[in-house]
């Protein structure tokens, strides 16, 4: 009984943390950023669709694509404001523009989350759920929300499946990920492509971000939590490796489940942490990541 | 940093010459110390400059007005500390109301016996706080307690609980659910000795951390124990244990102490999810525990859009005994609006203030019980906080949503 | 600027700022520049570590952390005076780096600055899952307090931040912090060169921790109690990092001097209340985007570099 809680509790987390970190390392692929404003991204997305479907009365689906769209512009002003100007520096000297955007990503997911504060307060925000009432899976009393959740998360993951492997520009995102030189050779203009992967991660952080509203419920004080939890995945599981950020998505989900219903909830994130140093130590590529 | 600094002086004397020629004297300073983007903290400073403009519309205190001078200290106690030092020593207030958050009060608490400020506590709990006056008074009795203890309130919801849920549902079995913080150490070791008491048998204890976001698990151990009630404690977490206790369709009543859920924005931040959670307070909108009640509320929603939360009905009454503290002491001399606070004796929005001596345990708290401050259970129903309990000022009968399960 | 010069006038400012309190100063800016000299030592702590080893250290609190807690727990348990309980904190917070930094030095880059950061979440889990003994969220109070008069408390994180700041910058325009630099930069040409880098980057990360503890235990006898949102939380180490980059990496002083200006900044911006910490993010931001040399950049700039 208590297994199989973990067992659906656990996929409703994962597939969550799945979605968010695939954008995380995606753009670490393409641009080589670790964006450290992604916890803001996902948590911008949940109290803009909290604000649209509640004030607003716009209901949960429009709300929640209102959400994602803010995600997506935030997303793209990241970029734009924060992210191109520090690599396209030339007071900045080369070796010394990964600290500066990850200071410059950071010194902006913290003005995200101030503004947030600010207007809204930094106490958590539930958007509205998708589906309501809760349905019986094999005597396990689960949220239809978290079904929900989970397909959307898959679909959302698999439309980047599509979009990668079978149209042009998804071709490019994943050539640029591999050789970002040889693709200008080819005549590819990198700059759409940049364009481009940040819209995806805007709207897969801004899908993440809304369901874990309806989920969990988001606080703008969760933002640095978010970021560090996407950044630990995506390095478990092998920078830049979208397969990788999935399984280790699991991984992490279903640890910190079943340290939270077996152990104690207090600690869930403890076992992760540890694995993530004996990890790193042992297998720095990560768990499917190339060297 | 100051530069001219040997200007200031006379700089200042010279303005207040002029002031003093043209108006009355510079006014009194109240220091209010308190996160303004967190919802129990945001009422603190409104609550406080609503009673300060009533003041001076009917001509302030002594001839002087009151001016109230908010901080943001983030929660954080570094950063109260550093309020607490500038309101003493740059701004030169005559009292700090300081934040609603345990921790941060006994992290000022040694700051207001070192800086002889006096100073209250609208909404933190801790006992710690009223007993460390109580251990050294001499050093420690510029700190006054003005919200109920934890070990008081866990009294009066066990009071509440005997009445609504033993007599009333046939309830015999609990789990106790509380956040680890300061204030909930002696509010759970009271809970454990006062629910037998009134025949609740507690059958877990679950101590959780302030930074849990999926509750969850949580629920399911509670659910495995099968009790009929949970009896909470939280106040930095609300809206996610609530949302997520709906969301789950935890069959098991809430009741006890959840601070958040005292603001009306609460309905709103979960949704309606809070329908159904009984919560204890000292004061709620629409219900006339004393004359003063009702104008603040309906003042306060009028002016801020909200409902004020719990620390905001104790801020606003604070201000007033403050301004009755310098009125009988003559002036803003420390010691001697200590001696002054502490023949308070004032009927406030939350009922009558007495505040207990130095022979007391709890020094510097306020007396609890009838004729002074008793508590209220009040309940989410349909959007609104209906008072269930006592029956006295009880607007309607304690209700939960079906999926709710009670003994009877 | 020749070292020398700026040895002196650092020493000079260092001299006026100590007759501040005889200026009028009040007991308040005092205080308030109490916190930035300590904050000032974290900074330039981390910009050795930063801005000569190469090295993005995430977790400057896990540092600062392990020598509070030291301290904090030696004086509340132990009632050990404040003489004693700082300098063990100190070495505390040097044991703790060396565990930290022998594995995670073979390490680089994002993977380096990861595990310093999980070092931080693992002591605050730590912290709080032994909460009976260490005060866990709510924090020990402690007995003794280096002394309530603001001046005196004034001189004390003065002279620490002087004597810290002064060694640590006579560090770095030593042969060592050549050497240091020239690791950070490309440490396969260093160790080409005959270079212990390791050896080196070890060191840096030892007098990093030294200095990083020593403050964080000097800290918290300043405040009076030790709790994680005081010296441990990641915000207290994103503190220290925007500072140390606001001054100018790879300056030393330059990390106090942005110490300074973030602490008086957020405070000036006081009468904004909530918004400071965004007014304060975007200066940052403006400054890294614009000036990155940050604001002694062009003050401290080696010759030739």
């Given at each position: 009984m208590k297994a199989l809680q973990i067992l659906i509790d656990g996929f409703a987390i994962s597939s969550l943390y799945a979605t968010g970190a695939i954008g995380f390392t995606l753009i670490f692929g393409v641009s080589g950023v670790l964006n450290l404003?992604?916890?803001?991204?996902?948590?911008?997305?949940?109290?803009?669709?909290?604000?649209?479907?509640?004030?607003?009365?716009?209901?949960a689906y429009g709300g929640a694509l209102v959400g994602i769209a803010a995600a997506v512009i935030v997303s793209l002003v990241t970029y734009g404001l924060v992210v191109r100007p520090i690599q396209h520096?030339?007071?900045?000297?080369?070796e010394e523009k990964e600290i500066f955007v990850l200071t410059g990503t950071l010194l902006w997911g913290i003005m995200v989350q101030e503004a947030i504060a600010y207007i809204f307060t930094n106490n958590p925000k539930t958007v509205l759920p998708l589906i309501g009432g809760v349905v019986n899976l094999l005597g396990v009393r689960t949220p239809a929300n978290e079904i929900a959740i989970a397909a959307i998360a898959w679909i959302a993951m698999g439309l980047l499946w599509l979009l990668v492997n079978r149209t042009r520009g998804g071709k490019a995102l994943m050539a640029a990920a591999i050789n970002p030189r040889g693709l200008t050779l080819c005549g590819f203009e990198l700059g759409s492509i940049h364009l481009l992967v940040w819209t995806i991660y805007g709207v897969l952080a801004g899908v993440a971000g809304v369901l874990l509203g309806s989920f969990l419920g988001v606080s703008s004080d969760n933002a640095g939590q978010l970021t560090a939890s996407a950044f630990s995945i995506v390095v478990l599981g092998g920078l830049g490796s979208v397969t990788?950020?999935?399984?280790?998505?699991?991984?992490?989900?279903?640890?910190?489940?079943?340290t939270a219903y077996l152990v104690n909830p207090s600690i869930r994130t403890v076992p992760v942490l540890v694995l993530l140093v004996i990890v790193v130590y042992l297998r720095p590529q990560g768990l499917l990541g190339r060297r | 940093m100051k530069t001219g600094h040997w200007m200031l002086p006379a700089?200042?004397?010279?303005?207040?010459?002029?002031?003093?020629?043209?108006?009355?004297?510079?006014?009194?300073?109240?220091?209010?110390?308190?996160?303004?983007?967190?919802?129990?903290g945001a009422s603190i400073p409104k609550a406080a400059q609503l009673a300060a403009d009533e003041i001076n519309?009917?001509?302030?205190?002594?001839?002087?007005?009151?001016?109230?001078v908010a901080y943001d200290d983030h929660n954080s106690a570094t950063d109260a500390v550093r309020a607490f030092q500038r309101a003493a020593?740059?701004?030169?207030?005559?009292f700090v109301i300081a934040s609603y958050i345990s921790e941060v009060v006994l992290a000022l608490e040694p700051w207001s016996a070192r800086l002889h400020m006096p100073m209250i506590t609208p909404g933190a709990a801790s006992d710690e706080i009223s007993h460390n006056i109580y251990k050294n008074y001499n050093h420690m009795k510029y700190v006054f307690h003005g919200y109920l203890p934890s070990t008081f309130i866990a009294d009066s919801v066990c009071d509440g609980a005997k009445d609504l849920l033993v007599d009333g549902h046939g309830v015999k079995t609990a789990v106790v659910m509380s956040e680890d913080a300061a204030w909930t150490l002696p509010l759970d070791n009271e809970y454990l000795k006062c629910l037998p008491k009134i025949g609740i048998k507690v059958l877990d204890h679950i101590r959780l951390s302030p930074d849990t976001t999926d509750f969850t698990p949580i629920f399911n151990r509670i659910e495995a124990k099968k009790p009929d009630v949970i009896i909470t404690g939280i106040s930095h977490v609300g809206v996610q244990p609530t949302v997520q206790w709906a969301a789950q369709h935890v069959p098991i009543p809430m009741f006890g102490v959840s601070s958040q859920a005292t603001t009306s924005t609460f309905w709103k931040d979960t949704n309606g999810a809070t329908d159904g959670v009984a919560f204890q307070t000292v004061a709620s909108p629409g219900v006339p525990v004393t004359p003063k009640t009702n104008p603040f509320t309906n003042e306060y929603t009028k002016k801020f859009g909200a409902t004020p939360s719990y620390a905001g009905y104790t801020s606003y009454d604070d201000v007033y005994m403050i301004a009755d503290a310098i009125k009988a002491a003559g002036g803003t001399n420390p010691d001697k609006l200590v001696t002054a606070m502490e023949k308070t004796n004032y009927v406030g929005t939350i009922g009558r203030y007495v505040f207990n001596g130095k022979e007391s345990p709890f020094t510097h708290t306020f007396k609890v019980g009838k004729g002074y401050v008793t508590g209220l259970m009040v309940q989410w129903q349909n959007g609104k906080q209906v008072t269930i309990w006592p029956p006295d000022v009880a607007q309607g009968k304690m209700t939960f949503p079906s999926f709710v399960k009670l003994p009877k | 600027m020749r070292t020398r010069n700026i040895f002196l006038s650092a020493l000079g400012v260092a001299v006026l700022m100590a007759l501040l309190p005889f200026l009028g100063v009040g007991g308040y800016v005092l205080g308030l520049l109490t916190s930035a000299f300590y904050f000032g030592v974290f900074a330039m702590g981390w910009d050795l570590l930063f801005g000569f080893a190469g090295e993005v250290n995430f977790g400057p609190s896990f540092l600062i952390g392990v020598g509070a807690y030291t301290a904090g727990l030696l004086n509340h348990y132990a009632h050990w005076p404040i003489v004693a309980c700082v300098p063990l904190g100190a070495l505390a917070a040097v044991v703790a780096g060396l565990l930290l930094a022998v594995p995670a030095l073979r390490l680089s880059g994002p993977y380096f600055g990861l595990v310093t950061l999980v070092a931080v979440l693992l002591l605050q889990n730590v912290i709080v899952i032994f909460a009976g003994f260490t005060g866990g969220e709510i924090g020990l109070d402690l007995p003794d307090v280096l002394a309530i008069s603001s001046r005196v408390n004034y001189w004390y994180?003065?002279?620490?931040?002087?004597?810290?700041?002064?060694?640590?910058?006579?560090?770095?325009r030593s042969a060592v912090g050549l050497i240091l630099q020239a690791s950070g930069q490309d440490a396969v040409e260093a160790a080409a060169l005959g270079f212990n880098v390791v050896r080196h980057k070890l060191a840096a990360f030892c007098i990093s921790a030294l200095v990083s503890g020593l403050a964080g235990a000097m800290l918290i006898f300043y405040l009076g109690t030790v709790s994680t949102d005081s010296v441990v939380d990641i915000a207290i180490g994103v503190q220290v990092i925007i500072a140390a980059v606001l001054g100018g990496r790879r300056t030393i002083l330059g990390a106090a001097v942005g110490a300074v200006f973030l602490i008086v900044a957020g405070e000036l911006l006081r009468p904004v209340g909530q918004l400071s910490s965004f007014i304060v993010s975007a200066v940052a931001l403006l400054v890294i985007l614009f000036f990155p040399g940050g604001l002694l950049g062009r003050v401290i700039v080696r010759e030739g570099a």
């Open positions: 404003s992604h916890g803001s991204i996902m948590v911008t997305a949940a109290v803009v669709a909290w604000l649209v479907a509640g004030s607003f009365g716009a209901g520096s030339r007071t900045i000297a080369r990788g950020s999935l399984v280790a998505a699991y991984v992490v989900g279903y640890l910190e489940s079943i | 700089a200042a004397a010279f303005v207040g010459l002029a002031f003093n020629a043209a108006n009355a004297a510079p006014p009194i300073k109240i220091g209010v110390i308190a996160e303004s983007s967190s919802v129990s519309a009917k001509g302030g205190v002594l001839g002087r007005k009151i001016e109230i020593r740059e701004d030169k207030v005559s | 994180a003065l002279g620490l931040a002087t004597v810290v700041g002064l060694a640590l910058f006579a560090l770095s």
